[in-house]
């Protein structure tokens, strides 16, 4: 059975930083995403990583901010988020999906972490 545990949220002062760990037991898949999800708001797309080859996709408003990589040895991912927003507020999710692919779309990871909430304050 596949489970994803996230872990690292927290209250931070903008302009902080904060890392998110999301650990994977059971098995690992082609590729890990993280998502996040704003009160009242839709999960929209954050960050993906290929896990065999560490290749990433960002979303536009995370680049050059935020760092997604992955630890093969521990079966772990990692989201490190530099030069906090209040905007980057939000109950952060990783996911799986079993394709090698990178996606932003919700529809194609398969598996879904609990969650882990971020609050950034001005």
């Known amino acids: 059975q596949v489970q994803l545990v996230e872990s690292g949220g927290g209250l931070v002062q903008a302009g902080g930083s904060l890392r998110l760990s999301c650990a994977a037991s059971?098995?690992?898949?082609?590729?890990y995403g993280w998502f996040r999800q704003a009160p009242e708001n839709e999960r929209v797309f954050v960050a993906a990583i290929k896990w065999n080859n560490g290749g990433s996709l960002y979303a536009n408003s995370v680049k050059g901010r935020f760092t997604i990589s992955r630890d093969n040895t521990k079966n772990t991912v990692y989201l490190q988020m530099n030069s906090l927003k209040p905007e980057d507020t939000a109950v952060y999710y990783c996911?799986?999906?079993?394709?090698?692919?990178?996606?932003?779309?919700?529809?194609?990871?398969?598996?879904w972490g609990q969650g882990t909430q971020v609050s950034v304050s001005t």
């Open positions: 996911a799986t999906s079993t394709s090698n692919d990178l996606y932003s779309a919700r529809r194609f990871y398969d598996y």
């Open positions: 059971g098995r690992t898949f082609g590729s």
